[in-house]
């Protein structure tokens, strides 16, 4: 019988599905411990206010509540910290404000912690938090990126003058200015880049545990990645060492970066647990993750391109302010800068790039990496800028594409901005998405919709995107303050089972099929032989975790290193039993065999021979079959591709409506194209809800107007049409497996595909997202600027 | 969630005598009441079930439709009577919320509630409907009084609601795309008492008649009378989703559709 095949390239149906859609995933709210508390945060309502008092007196007289604690008694523990540091132009370090466990002496945004209680049940917890007795002093407070740097501007922290966090630069400002002095043309576009609220299914919980007897300490969390966690809090904050630090981060209920960050309440409870000597609990209210989860995004930039007659890009420049929030979170100040800058020579052979960018703080919360993290923000501005330098020049806006185009044959390709392309083949994907889109036959959809009263554009999106994150000698030379490699450790058990550590996370993505998948097609073991076992400090070995696409590229590239250790070792065991030299011994489908001959041994009772070695070469070699490898790239990866979207507006109300998406990336090797597709759509559907509906809405003060559903939107099923994706793939040329990566894709190439169609069909040169139906409406009568 | 205490009378009486007691508050579906507990947005002393009432059903007679308190939306939507007799009623109730929503909230709790951007409060008003409780009945005209507030009193349970069918009725949502609410619904009705037109979701003080728009499908029911006839933005809701000119806009737009759906 034929076993199905289920290695590289096989569309397996996700192993974890099963446990997540049967209710029997084990998610850390549904973790209880003996004798757990409960902990309620007061949060601050205010954006900005000076902390006069607090009396906490009749909180702690309530039933039931156990402490409460202040930011007075987190005063002499470190602040949150932050993973990042950023020089700015003049060679000194960003300011970096200390980030309070808990507020103390100010609150600078809406859902800033002044106060948590600690009772039996979480019902007494917050019937005591409303005998907490705070008088705030409102101070003036600011929240609009565009005012931060204002003269008399409110100021956020007195250690940040004006506001400003940092002001960095990359590329040549010289040879910008020169190519814009001779330019046939300089093309303007000023654009801003919405700020957007994560919301993961699952919010954010957090479970601090303390051992009397060992004094071990125990952290279960929803976290994307627990070894940081677990070295940021235990390192910088908390002052505990690692062997007596667990962090457990088991099924995690979708992250999209918000789940990477070291977050007060984590801190909290796992001090309070040592304090107490009891469990404490804290899990989210939804309208807390609107508050106090690390939103995404928000920047505002003026971008300009020279350009030849013939409209080939000569040169770019372009300004950014990046809004940072109140406070730097873990990975803040990278995503405008190293995340951002260096993607802007995008897939066109712009010779020469000047780049600055302003971070400001403001009273909001802080903002961080959000899928795709800085590269959305780099391609929204560029495939939008290029649509505007097609317009002003009178050129079609596929064909100035190709134009600048970086050649098929210049890989590898070195930018202006620091980055060198390994591969990549643009003129294959947007060939290949014109194709699925058919947009040559765009013309006659867009006369019969106009026939019916609707307006259709179509928008096209040439991106490009870093990821894999990432060398570890490039991020630490760019200010990060980790390594970015990843660590596998497969073990072979004594029957031929397989288990495998791995330092990624899985919260969404389906490691548990995809790594099994490398599994099976390496060692060919059946999937159900193998088990993925990630999330945990006590389990698996020192590694980074999950975001910027870069689990399998990475993490992926480390288990086949240590599954290569398994085969080599495991053909010097078989070599001994078959009395062969280990030259001469083959490995093939989970079979050892000796060349030109019919003797063999399985994965199997190699296995048992390496744990039950009677019969075994123990001088040479080491009982077991179980090996470890980290592995630090040499690159980033570079997936690209096209993004074509088609929109019909009504224009009576101004509702957009999505009626085509197709989508063609190149993410280099595909394991399972069923994954891929799911994480294509998915990313997609976020890129369309970031262009049509969703904004974190701040009033001028800081007040949150978007706090809640009712007023967020979020992207629903019916605001979609199927999104087609298919793939033109180029092998990413420094790993093993020739993947590139696809969690980021969709959310990075989509929103200035759907902005370009509704620029298109409003006949528009720009229009900022969300576009919303009231702004589409009010472009439409003219009551607003396009 | 604070302390409250759990009635489920079996008589109407028995819950009438329940929501006597001070801060009492009566449930039906719970879909807007229980979340308001949950953000500790009222503290009830007790929570009065209508459940056990037999509040709920549909009959249908010649010239009206009774819908019991307790009906929930789902059986609106999907009844075939209310199909037959006030599709547009039938289709109204089965654009409320999500489908769990639709099987719990009940015609009851939304009317007490009057939620400004509801859905049921136009049909109600435009379909000319009387409403009827444990102590009167009250004539759609004067039940409304503003966002969230109706002339109910605290220990008064809406027992039924009865339409007049129609000659032609539709209603068209503009659904408020965050909260899938009504940023502007109209219902639109030619019946025994002629022809009105309802509006939610665009008012300040909520649901609210369109007198030029009635005037003007008085004397021509067609879209195109309705072509010109103005909507003052003066007393419409204006907010992050949208201001009050767009709502008065999407009132012409959404009447004119509502009223071509209508035939
Ligand atoms: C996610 C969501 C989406 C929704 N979307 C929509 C929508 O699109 N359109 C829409 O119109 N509605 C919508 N709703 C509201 C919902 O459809 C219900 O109609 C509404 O919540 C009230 O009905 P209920 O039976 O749940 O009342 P309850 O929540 O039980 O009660 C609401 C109020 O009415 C009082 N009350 C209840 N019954 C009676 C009675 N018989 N007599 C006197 N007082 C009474 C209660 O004391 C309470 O104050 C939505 C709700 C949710 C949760």
Redesign the pocket.
């Known amino acids: 019988m034929n076993a199905p095949f289920e290695g590289i390239g096989a569309s397996v149906r996700r192993k974890e599905d099963l446990r997540f859609i049967s209710g029997r995933g084990n998610y850390t709210d549904d973790i209880n411990r003996p004798g757990q508390t409960h902990m309620v945060i007061k949060r601050s309502d205010r954006p900005h206010a000076r902390i006069i008092s607090i009396d906490a007196s009749a909180a702690l007289a309530a039933p039931g509540v156990v402490a409460v604690y202040t930011g007075d008694d987190f005063a002499n523990i470190g602040g949150l910290p932050c993973g990042w540091q950023i020089h700015n132009k003049d060679g000194s370090p960003m300011v970096e404000p200390k980030h309070p466990v808990i507020a103390h002496g100010k609150v600078r945004h809406v859902g800033d912690p002044i106060a948590v209680v600690i009772a039996e049940t979480k019902q007494q917890a917050k019937n005591a938090a409303e005998l907490l007795v705070i008088d705030l002093e409102d101070l003036p407070s600011i929240a609009t990126t565009t005012d931060a740097l204002k003269p008399g501007a409110p100021i956020v922290h007195d250690e940040a003058a004006g506001n400003l966090c940092y002001d960095w630069h990359l590329g040549d400002a010289d040879a910008v200015a020169a190519a814009f002095a001779t330019a046939h043309k300089v093309v303007t576009l000023d654009l801003e880049n919405n700020r957007l609220i994560p919301n993961a299914m699952e919010p954010r919980v957090a479970l601090g545990d303390y051992d009397r007897h060992t004094g071990d300490y125990t952290l279960f969390t929803t976290s994307q990645n627990p070894h940081v966690i677990r070295l940021l809090m235990g390192a910088f904050v908390l002052g505990l060492p690692e062997h007596k630090l667990r962090v457990v981060a088991p099924d995690v209920g979708g992250g999209f970066g918000s789940k990477i960050y070291h977050y007060a309440e984590e801190a909290i409870v796992t001090w309070a647990a040592g304090k107490l000597g009891r469990p404490v609990k804290w899990t989210a209210e939804r309208s807390e993750s609107f508050m106090s989860d690390a939103h995404g995004r928000d920047h505002v930039s003026t971008a300009q391109m020279a350009v030849d007659k013939d409209g080939k890009f000569l040169a770019l420049k372009v300004h950014t302010l990046a809004n940072m929030g109140a406070y730097l979170s873990t990975f803040a100040p990278a995503v405008p800068t190293y995340l951002y800058a260096t993607l802007l020579a995008g897939t066109y052979t712009t010779p020469v790039i000047y780049v600055e960018v302003k971070a400001v703080f403001t009273n909001t919360v802080p903002v961080d990496a959000y899928r795709g993290a800085g590269r959305p923000e780099a391609t929204f501005l560029l495939e939008r800028l290029v649509d505007a330098i097609a317009l002003d020049m009178g050129m079609d806006r596929v064909e100035i594409r190709r134009k600048n185009f970086i050649p098929r044959d210049a890989f590898p390709y070195q930018t202006p901005v620091a980055l060198q392309y390994d591969s990549g083949d643009y003129f294959a994907t947007l060939d290949a998405a014109l194709k699925s889109a058919d947009y040559a036959g765009f013309p006659a959809r867009k006369a019969a919709a106009a026939a019916q009263g609707k307006l259709r554009g179509i928008g096209v999106s040439t991106y490009l995107e870093a990821c894999g994150i990432a060398p570890s000698k490039v991020v630490g030379s760019l200010g990060a303050r980790a390594g970015l490699y990843e660590v596998a450790n497969v073990r072979v058990h004594p029957t031929g089972s397989i288990s495998v550590f791995t330092g990624t996370h899985s919260h969404g993505q389906g490691h548990e099929t995809t790594f099994a998948q490398l599994v099976s097609d390496q060692l060919g073991v059946p999937l159900s032989q193998v088990d993925i076992v990630h999330g945990d400090t006590g389990k698996i070995p020192f590694g980074m975790g999950t975001y910027g696409s870069r689990s399998l590229a990475v993490g992926g590239s480390a288990m086949v290193k240590a599954m290569d250790k398994i085969i080599a070792k495991g053909k010097k065991i078989a070599a001994h039993l078959m009395e062969a030299s280990p030259e001469d011994i083959e490995f093939k489908n989970g079979v050892f065999s000796v060349a030109g001959t019919d003797k063999q041994k399985t994965l199997g009772e190699i296995a048992l021979t390496a744990y039950v070695p009677h019969n075994y070469p123990i001088e040479t070699l080491e009982p077991g079959l179980d090996e470890t490898a980290f592995y630090d790239p040499a690159n980033f990866t570079f997936p690209g591709g096209c993004h074509i979207c088609e929109v019909e507006i009504d224009p009576e109300t101004g509702v957009v409506a999505i009626v085509n998406f197709n989508a063609v990336d190149d993410v280099g090797r595909v394991v399972n194209p069923m994954i891929v597709e799911g994480q294509v759509q998915g990313g997609v559907a976020q890129g369309i809800g970031q262009a049509l509906l969703e904004n974190a809405a701040y009033d001028a003060s800081g007040q949150l107007l978007s706090g809640s559903f009712m007023d967020y939107t979020m992207l629903r099923a019916d605001d979609l049409t199927n999104i087609t994706v298919g793939t033109e793939n180029t092998m990413c040329t420094h790993n093993p497996l020739g993947s590139k990566g696809c969690g980021e894709v969709g959310a990075i190439g989509s929103p200035p595909a759907v902005i370009n169609a509704v620029c298109d069909a409003l006949n528009i040169r720009h229009m900022n997202m969300p576009a919303t139906a009231e702004k589409v409406w009010s472009i439409i009568n003219g009551r607003a600027a396009g | 969630m604070y302390d409250f205490a759990y009635q489920k009378p079996a008589t109407l009486a028995a819950a009438v005598a329940a929501l006597g007691a001070e801060d009492a508050?009566?449930?039906?579906?719970?879909?807007?009441?229980?979340?308001v507990l949950k953000q500790r947005l009222n503290k009830p002393s007790v929570v009065v079930d209508?459940s056990g009432l037999g509040?709920s059903g549909i009959t249908v007679t010649d010239s009206a439709v009774v819908i019991g308190?307790?009906t929930t939306?789902i059986t609106v939507a999907n009844s075939g009577e209310v199909k037959r007799a006030i599709p547009a009623l039938a289709a109204l109730a089965g654009?409320?919320?999500?489908k769990e929503?639709r099987h719990?909230?009940?015609i009851?709790?939304?009317l007490?509630?009057n939620?400004p951007a509801?859905?049921?409060p136009a049909a109600v008003l435009a379909l000319g409907a009387t409403i009827t409780t444990s102590k009167r009945s009250i004539a759609a005209d004067d039940y409304f009084q503003g966002m969230f507030t109706t002339v109910?009193e605290a220990d008064?349970?809406?027992t039924s609601v009865s339409f007049p069918i129609p000659a032609k009725a539709a209603y068209v949502k503009f659904k408020n795309p965050a909260?899938?609410?009504?940023m502007v619904g109209v219902f639109v009705a030619k019946g025994p008492s002629g022809v009105r037109v309802a509006i939610t979701g665009a008012g300040q003080g909520g649901v609210f008649r369109h007198a030029g728009f009635e005037a003007a499908l008085a004397a021509n029911w067609s879209a195109d009378a309705l072509r010109g006839v103005a909507t003052s933005a003066d007393d419409l809701n204006s907010d992050i989703h949208a201001s009050a000119e767009y709502r008065a806009h999407l009132c012409g737009v959404i009447a004119q559709r509502a009223v071509k759906a209508a035939g």
């Open positions: 508050k009566a449930m039906s579906g719970g879909m807007t009441l229980i979340p209508l509040l308190a307790m939306h654009l409320i919320g999500d929503v719990r909230g009940t009851g709790g939304s007490a509630n939620d509801a859905d049921y109910l008064e349970v809406i909260s899938r609410y009504a």
